[in-house]
């Protein structure tokens, strides 16, 4: 098993600074208490102005369009990106994408037989 490095670096409204360094077996719990931490202490994540122009930013939108819960395959994606953005796509091309969001943690990515299917992440929010 390789050993994973990730590192956060945040800046709240006030200015303050926070560098957080996660090394060796870093899993998907732990990074949920990381981003758990920066909710009690009110860090909000940067949202990035998006840019429909590039076929990530479309699968992106597809995936939180269409399946905010339950499981999904690169098929699914490749007809419902089809249908709405009315221009082919190759399946390889899709499967790429899905692999790296799946490798940047944004979905959870399972073998089932022959294809791979895919949930995404959901952080649990705090009840108001």
């Not at 699968?59 to 999904?72: A, E, L, T």
């Not at 899905?98 to 952080?123: D, M």
């Amino acid at each position: 098993m390789t050993k994973k490095h990730i590192r956060i670096n945040m800046e709240d409204s006030e200015g303050a600074r926070y560098d957080i360094k996660l090394d060796g077996n870093v899993t998907r719990e732990k990074v949920l208490k990381i981003f758990e931490m920066m909710d009690l202490m009110n860090i909000e994540e940067e949202q990035e102005p998006t840019n429909m122009d590039s076929v990530g930013s479309k699968i992106s939108n597809i995936v939180d369009k269409f399946f905010p819960m339950g499981k999904f395959t690169s098929t699914n994606i490749l007809e419902k990106y089809e249908d709405e953005y009315n221009e082919p796509v190759k399946l390889s091309i899709i499967s790429t994408y899905l692999s790296r969001f799946a490798t940047k943690g944004r979905v959870n990515r399972t073998r089932n037989g022959r294809e791979w299917t895919y949930q995404t992440i959901k952080i649990p929010q705090k009840q108001q």
